[in-house]
């Protein structure tokens, strides 16, 4: 069974980082592009960032773009998503999804979620 499990979520001020980490199990990771989504309380889910199976195409909202970098570490079957300069919009529960590319994400296999919480 598939198997996602995000962690390095938690609560930090404005302008703070975080480094969230998505470990994968009972799938060939080097086959799946990766990437984050999240859902804040009340909105639609949304994509974060993504990233195709050898690491050389990422992919980002306009709002993350020169604040998030997503990278993967294929021998460790991990996808990262670093945050810099956090702002409270950016408060979500934070979800690694994998599938075949990038453009098929949404229908892939999800982790359980992460919540990033940024105060003012």
């Known amino acids: 069974q598939v198997q996602l499990v995000e962690s390095g979520g938690g609560s930090v001020q404005a302008g703070g980082s975080l480094r969230l980490s998505c470990v994968a199990s009972?799938?060939?990771?080097?086959?799946?592009?990766m990437g984050w989504f999240r859902q804040a309380p009340g909105k639609e889910r949304e994509f974060v960032a993504a990233?195709?199976?050898?690491?050389?195409?990422?992919e980002y909202r306009d709002s993350v773009k020169g604040r998030f970098t997503i990278s993967r570490d294929n021998a460790k079957s991990t996808v990262y998503l670093q945050m810099n300069n956090l702002k409270p919009e950016d408060t979500a529960v934070y979800y690694c999804?994998?599938?075949?590319?990038?453009?098929?994400?949404?229908?892939?296999?999800w982790g359980q979620g992460t919540q990033v919480t940024v105060s003012s």
């Open positions: 999804v994998g599938h075949w590319t990038i453009a098929t994400l949404e229908s892939g296999y």
């Open positions: 009972q799938f060939i990771f080097n086959n799946y592009a």
């Open positions: 990233i195709i199976r050898g690491g050389a195409v990422t």
